[in-house]
Structures are given as C-alpha cells and as structure tokens.
C-alpha cells in the first residue's frame, strides 16, 4: 500500500490541474485521503460541470461515474479505478423493464412521471428522460417528488420503494394513493407483474428496489438503545425502513448526517444508521468530544472495491486508460434527466 500512496502522491503534484479525483463519503479513509473533492451523490453531480480537469477520477460506485460521464464536457474523460464497483440497487431496474412498466401504466390515458433516485443506470435515467421524468439524490427526493407530482398524473419512483415511501411521508401523500409493485417485477417481464388496474387510482407508484446495506438497519437496535441510553439521539439515511426513519430522530443524506455530528453539542451519544466507513470518520474526527456509534456495523463491498491500490494502477496508466462510456442515443436523454433535477434545485 506504501508504495501505492507514493504512486499517487507523485502523479497527482505531475499533473497538477489535468487530474481531479472525486471521492463518496462512503469510500475508505484510505482512499478519501486521496480525493480533490468529496460529497454526496447530488454535491458530486453538480461540481462536474465546473471541473476544468481533462481526467476525472471518480471514486464511488459505477452509476457515479456514469453520471459524471453523462455531464462532462466534450473534452473531459471520466475514471472509475474499478468497474466492477456497481450498486447493487441500481442493479434492481433495468431499463427495458422500467420502460414497459411505464407504457403498461400510461395504457389507460394516464401521464406517469418517472423520477429515478441518482443510484440508477445510465439506461434507466435515459428512459426517465423520454418519458418526460427526472432524477432525485437522496438530498433533494421532497423538492423533486413534488416537482414530479405537478407534472402529471402520477409518478413512478424508482428504484428505491424505502426512499419513495419515506418521502411520501414527507409530503404527506396519502397511504392509499400509494403502491409498491410487485418484487417479480425487479427479474421478471412486467407484462405479467404490472397490473394498470390496481394502480389507475394512485398518485405515486413504487419500484420495490431497496439497500441491502441499509436494510441491516432495524427496529430491535433502535428499540434496545432507547431503552438502554434513552438521552442518545439516533440518526439514519432514508434509505432505511420507514418504520425505522420515523422511529429516528432524523433522517438525511450523508451530508445531513455529517452536519448532524457538527452541530450536536459536546458530550452527546450519537447513533448513525448508515454505510460504516462514513460513520468511523465521523467518530475518529469527534473523538473525545462527541461519541458517535454505528446503528449497526454495515458495510457495502461495491464502495470498498475502490482501493489505494486500484486507484495508483489507474493513475499510472491514465492517459491509455479507458474512460467510463455513456452511448450518444443513452448520454442525450439522460442529460435531459440529470438537468431537470439541477435546474429544479438550482
Ligand atoms: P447520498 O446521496 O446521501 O450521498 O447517498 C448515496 C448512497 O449511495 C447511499 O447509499
Ligand atoms: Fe448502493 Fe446501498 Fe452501496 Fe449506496 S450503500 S452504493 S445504495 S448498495
């Protein structure tokens, strides 16, 4: 690893302003280390366009990059040191799916907006783009499901049933305006699992995509806590349950939760549901100050596959490297989805 970290060390100072590399709260300290700029999913889509850098890094999952690379100007090539690093609920809607399940929906007449939370394929957001949609982070979902509520009938969320239904609650969409489709609908032909019946009454239909990393977060930890150290304050990501969203004493993206630990005063026992590389740094920084513990120790390996290691190997060949590939008839749609949401939230 030392010999990686002077690898890096040296091409970054040889490059100077031809390179920036990009890091999620969620990559290892290591790798963080690292990193020109580091943020959540909506902080990094933004900084793209202002980048002047010919090489960008991404170090994050590969729907990251693949958004960095649907925003990036004509001269700009975009990174990932390991392209294995998927999500594994971006995984959970493939797009020729997504778009049957919308033409099954908009069957009888009705407009159906689609609105993709950030964590989705190049292919999804150019779907969502056609189909008139947008894109949400977990930072923004109010704001842009209330956006996509004005624009039509209906909105299909995807692909993530926890974050649609926590920001439902929210906006106070009723329970019975709601649905979540059916499971088979994530590997099956939605011809079969789509019913335009059951959903012709309903304001927000929802994708039953979820986190297996934020799933571990569950109500027996957060009842054990109240009841042992009933003065710690408990923070979550809403990719969580609901139950356990509304059982929190509040809920955000990353970012929300990193200004959490800031603003909370000296001495408080704080709990944080989410991926546990972002939850150590918090309690190292705090140490001594504010104790800050995990919910429950949950990691995702996708984020851990981005290592020092895999980041000096691609430094080092990065002018012959290949760069993240979003193709012309996907990037232009795609944009269009990505730019709704910015300029929504602009
Ligand atoms: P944020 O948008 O809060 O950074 O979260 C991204 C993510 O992948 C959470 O699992
Ligand atoms: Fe995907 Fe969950 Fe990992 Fe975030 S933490 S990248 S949503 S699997």
Same mark, same amino acid.
């Given at each position: 690893m030392e010999k990686s970290v002077d690898t890096i060390t040296r091409i970054r100072k040889a490059m100077g302003d031809k390179l920036a590399i990009l890091g999620h709260h969620y990559q290892s300290d290591d790798v963080i280390e690292h990193t020109d700029i580091r943020g959540d999913s909506l902080e990094l889509s933004r900084k793209i366009n202002g980048l002047d850098a010919e090489h960008i890094v991404f170090c994050g999952v590969y729907f990251m990059a693949e958004s960095a690379a649907i925003l990036q100007r004509p001269n700009q090539k975009i990174h990932i040191p390991d392209v294995n690093a998927t999500c594994p609920m971006a995984d959970m809607a493939e797009a020729g799916r997504v778009e049957k399940t919308l033409d099954i929906l908009q069957s009888n007449g009705r407009k159906v907006i689609p609105l993709t939370y950030v964590n989705s394929s190049a292919a999804?957001?150019?779907?969502?783009?056609?189909?008139?949609?947008?894109?949400?982070?977990?930072?923004?979902?109010?704001?842009?499901?209330?956006?996509?509520?004005?624009?039509?009938?209906a909105v299909l969320f995807l692909p993530d049933k926890h974050l649609a239904r926590n920001t439902a609650n929210t906006l106070n969409v009723p329970e019975d305006k709601r649905i979540v489709l059916s499971d088979d609908v994530i590997e099956g032909d939605p011809q079969?699992?789509?019913?335009?019946?059951?959903?012709?009454?309903?304001?927000?239909?929802?994708?039953?995509?979820?986190?297996?990393?934020?799933?571990?977060?569950?109500?027996?930890?957060?009842?054990?806590?109240? @009841?042992? *150290?009933?003065? #710690?304050?408990? =923070?979550?990501?809403?990719?969580?349950?609901?139950?356990? /969203?509304?059982?929190?004493?509040?809920?955000?993206?990353?970012?929300?939760?990193?200004?959490? @630990?800031? *603003?909370?005063? #000296?001495?408080? =026992?704080?709990?944080?549901?989410?991926?546990?590389?972002? /939850?150590?740094?918090?309690?190292?920084?705090?140490?001594?100050?504010?104790?800050?513990?995990?919910?429950?120790?949950?990691?995702?390996?996708?984020?851990?596959?981005?290592?020092?290691?895999?980041?000096?190997?691609?430094?080092?060949?990065?002018?012959?490297?290949?760069?993240?590939?979003v193709s012309e008839d996907i990037k232009a749609p795609a944009k269009l989805s990505l730019e709704r949401m910015l300029e929504v939230c602009s």
């Open positions: 999804v957001k150019g779907v969502v783009g056609r189909y008139d949609g947008s894109v949400c982070t977990s930072a923004n979902a109010p704001v842009m499901l209330e956006w996509a509520l004005s624009q039509g009938d079969l699992f789509v019913d335009p019946s059951k959903t012709d009454d309903k304001q927000l239909i929802i994708w039953p995509g979820y986190c297996p990393i934020h799933e571990e977060f569950t109500m027996d930890a957060i009842t054990e806590i109240r @009841a042992n *150290e009933p003065d #710690a304050k408990i =923070v979550v990501h809403p990719e969580c349950n609901p139950d356990v /969203v509304k059982a929190s004493d509040g809920h955000g993206s990353t970012t929300y939760l990193i200004k959490y @630990a800031a *603003e909370a005063p #000296a001495g408080s =026992v704080i709990y944080i549901g989410t991926e546990e590389n972002l /939850v150590s740094r918090l309690a190292k920084q705090y140490e001594g100050e504010k104790t800050i513990k995990p919910l429950t120790f949950s990691q995702c390996e996708d984020m851990g596959k981005i290592t020092v290691d895999n980041l000096a190997a691609l430094l080092e060949n990065i002018e012959n490297a290949t760069p993240v590939d």
